[in-house]
């Protein structure tokens, strides 16, 4: 791993991005876990593989009756004409299929008490050691067929450059309400890619949001980067049935391929960051995203 020269970590940026000519690979400067194994739900050793790997899975999250209530929640949202038409949604880049949703623990209520579930915001809270508020939300639909896929990606670099998250302090939930497969874009993360940040190249488009919802470029590892990752740490896919989730640090490295199988890929997936690491201006942006893609209301969650 090596650091551009040039590109080093500053008392304002301590992840720089989108500035310079070339990528690079800049050590973590931030701890990955901050709470303890009394704190919350998570056993020590899966706490501590958590560290290194910068991962967790929970094989049954959900019971099969709640899994139910969650996908006639996800049904009938899909089907509301003012879902439908409000910019929170957001389509497939080439045909009208939802690809996402944002923002829907505000949407939903059924969704918002799922987030401030123990079993949800619980683990969220004992990781990252602090009161925490909801970053972000969305329900992702990658349908069969048509499903598109996600390149690879560190959440933490679009959030640092573009919403202004100063420090990795920040974990993802993925909930699954329909079974993943190895063969319909499930998630792939490299385990122990959360401890390299790469830096990117490109300047940040005004609105670039609008585009890179549907299909992000700015801001994408380059594939040097990538390569020396993946060498390094390997890839991992996660399988699951419907209930099960996978909790991931905001800096590692992830992806999913598009699904053309006739089986389609949802589930809920919900950012929480710590309530002392919350949004400043961005730092490599010229302005901020609108607020139900990157939450400006710190307000903990329960």
């Not at 880049?93 to 939903?108: L, T």
């Not at 993946?230 to 391929?257: P, W």
């Amino acid at each position: 791993m090596t650091v551009t020269e040039g590109l080093k970590p500053t008392q304002r940026d301590p992840y720089p991005t989108r500035s310079a000519k070339e990528p690079a690979l800049l050590y973590r400067q931030d701890p990955v876990v901050y709470g303890a194994p009394g704190d919350g739900p998570i056993d020590a050793e899966t706490l501590n593989s958590y560290a290194e790997n910068g991962f967790l899975s929970v094989d049954q999250l959900l019971e099969p009756d709640e899994v139910e209530l969650y996908r006639g929640e996800l049904r009938r949202l899909s089907e509301d004409q003012k879902v439908l038409a409000d910019e929170r949604t957001i389509t497939e880049p080439d045909s009208n299929e939802i690809r996402s949703i944002f923002e829907v623990h505000k949407i939903s209520q059924v969704f918002a008490d799922l987030v401030a579930n123990p079993r949800v915001v619980g683990r969220a809270r004992q990781i990252l050691g602090s009161d925490v508020y909801v970053h972000q939300s969305r329900v992702n639909f990658k349908p069969g067929f048509n499903g598109k896929d996600f390149y690879w990606h560190s959440d933490f670099e679009t959030w640092h450059a573009e919403d202004g998250m100063p420090r990795m302090r920040a974990v993802s939930i993925s909930i699954a309400l329909t079974e993943n497969f190895l063969h319909n874009g499930a998630l792939m993360i490299m385990p122990g890619s959360h401890k390299s940040f790469v830096s990117c190249v490109g300047q940040t488009p005004d609105d670039h949001y609008k585009a890179s919802l549907k299909q992000q470029e700015i801001g994408t590892p380059d594939p040097g980067s990538l390569s020396v990752l993946a060498d390094k740490h390997g890839i991992e896919v996660f399988t699951g049935k419907a209930g099960s989730a996978t909790m991931f640090d905001c800096n590692c490295m992830h992806g999913s391929n598009s699904n053309i199988t006739p089986f389609p890929r949802s589930n809920i997936f919900v950012v929480f960051n710590s309530v002392e690491n919350t949004c400043v201006e961005p730092y490599a942006a010229s302005s901020r995203r609108p607020d139900f893609i990157a939450a400006r209301d710190f307000t903990p969650v329960g």
